[in-house]
């Protein structure tokens, strides 16, 4: 295989541990408050401390995966493979391996992209840089996530069905994480594929969000990105972005909707009809009929104060206007933090014809005919 070894990159790696130097954004003493009394950090949306990285050598990662034995493959996508390991020092580890795929250098992009991304980011809800290791390939080195993935164990069957509270705390996490990832960041990462199979659990259930392989860094002075080929999950797409590559936070608060449906109903995010989940839940929102999206697997198990706010959010944020969907930080105010002010939020009556004009159904079967070589299956 033929990897992408520029000067800069062979220079990334020719050290054994690195911190980056650049001060990560810290918490004011008085905490900056918006209009309404709330902070503008959330407790756990800020990082705690720099990031640090280590060059692993391929005889390290190799004895910690028991020469990537079968037996510790814990998962694998289009590109690559993930092996769960134990270093000397008793620490685990997931160690991500770029399968081969010689005539498919857009893979190598993205893997490198995300090592790229990941070395910049330190926070509870994302996933952490161990280090990485290009002898005899590429690999990168994370933090083992215990549980696995949320879409894992949201859609075992052979489980039992998360419990509300474990769900609530799930969503939380993965705000804030999120908001992170758009504010609290040294540089704006639009993650591009914020879905249950990407966030990943820790033993006690926190969520981290994972896979940075088509990462967008966004300079403080641009609105967005203009990105072609259009290349995402199919179900998670924001309507501007497959409809006309516009990339910016607003594309993952989309997404995000869609995750909060997906833990409140437990439904997939694309049934085996290729109904969406946005499309079904839309009118069921919109009518205030909130229970009916609760997984009936939880029994009546929940808290009605809870549901509410999370469906709130979730439906600001599956707007087709990306101008009426909140921010992150917005919607960790709806999720838990004072009174919903649903007037804020309440479009005008051209904007909603708009809305109803541009049918989720029509535009998905638009998506599904033009990039459904470059869209990703959940």
């Given at each position: ?16 541990r690195r ?6 954004p810290?918490e ?9 009394g709330?902070p ?8 705690s ?9 391929y ?16 998962g694998k ?10 270093l000397e ?7 991500k391996r770029?399968t081969?795929?010689?005539t ?11 090592i790229?991304t ?12 161990l280090?990485c290791?290009?002898?005899?390939g590429l690999?990168?080195?994370i933090?083992?996530?215990?549980k696995?993935s ?10 039992l069905a ?5 769900r609530y705390k799930?969503?939380?996490?993965t705000?804030k ?9 040294p540089r704006?990462?639009i993650?591009r ?6 966030i990943?659990?820790?033993a006690?259930?926190e969520?981290?969000?994972?896979d940075?392989g088509?990462?967008k860094w966004?300079?403080s ?7 072609i080929?259009?290349e995402g999950?199919?179900g998670?797409l ?12 607003k ?5 995000f909707g ?9 439904k997939?995010?694309?049934d085996?009809?290729?109904?969406n ?8 929102l ?7 999206l609760v997984?009936p697997?939880?029994?009546g198990?929940?808290?009605n ?11 600001l ?7 009426w969907?909140p921010t992150?930080k917005?919607v960790?105010?709806v ?8 007037e804020k939020w ?5 904007e ?12 998905e ?7 459904s ?6």
């Open positions: 295989m033929r990897y992408i070894k520029t000067g800069s990159f062979k220079r990334l790696f020719s050290i054994k911190s980056f130097d650049q001060e990560l810290k004011s003493d008085s905490r900056e408050e918006n209009n309404n709330i503008e950090s959330f407790p756990g949306t800020e990082s401390q720099r990031p640090t990285w280590k060059c692993f050598t005889q390290e990662i190799f004895d910690a995966t028991d020469g990537f034995s079968s037996e510790n493959l814990v996508g289009g590109y690559a493979q993930v092996y769960k390991g134990i020092d008793g620490q685990a580890i997931a160690v770029l081969e795929a010689p498919d250098e857009r893979k190598e992009k993205e893997f490198l992209t995300e790229g990941l070395g910049h980011v330190c926070h509870p809800n994302v996933s952490s840089l280090g290791c290009i002898d005899n690999y990168l080195i933090q083992f996530s215990s696995g949320v879409a894992s164990i949201l859609h075992d069957e052979d489980l998360l419990d509300w509270k474990t799930i969503a939380i996490g705000a994480g999120l908001h992170y990832l758009h504010k609290g960041c704006r990462i993650h594929d914020i879905k249950a199979s990407n990943l659990l820790t006690d259930y969520p981290q969000i994972s940075f088509l990462a966004l300079p002075q641009w609105t967005h990105h203009s990105i080929p259009i999950t199919f998670h924001a309507p501007e972005y497959f409809m006309h590559g516009v990339v910016d936070e594309t993952d608060v989309f997404a869609v995750f909060l449906l997906e833990i409140i109903s437990g997939k995010p694309v085996g009809s290729h109904q989940i946005h499309s079904w839940a839309k009118p069921i919109e009518n205030g009929e909130i229970e009916k997984d697997r939880l029994g198990g929940y808290d104060t809870q549901l509410n706010r999370l469906a709130f959010a979730s439906s944020c599956i707007r087709a206007s990306s101008t969907r992150m917005e960790l105010e999720m838990f933090e004072g009174e919903m002010d649903r309440k479009m005008p009556k051209e909603e014809e708009e809305e109803e004009f541009w049918g989720f159904e029509d535009l079967c638009e998506c599904d005919s033009s990039f070589t470059s869209t990703r299956s959940s």
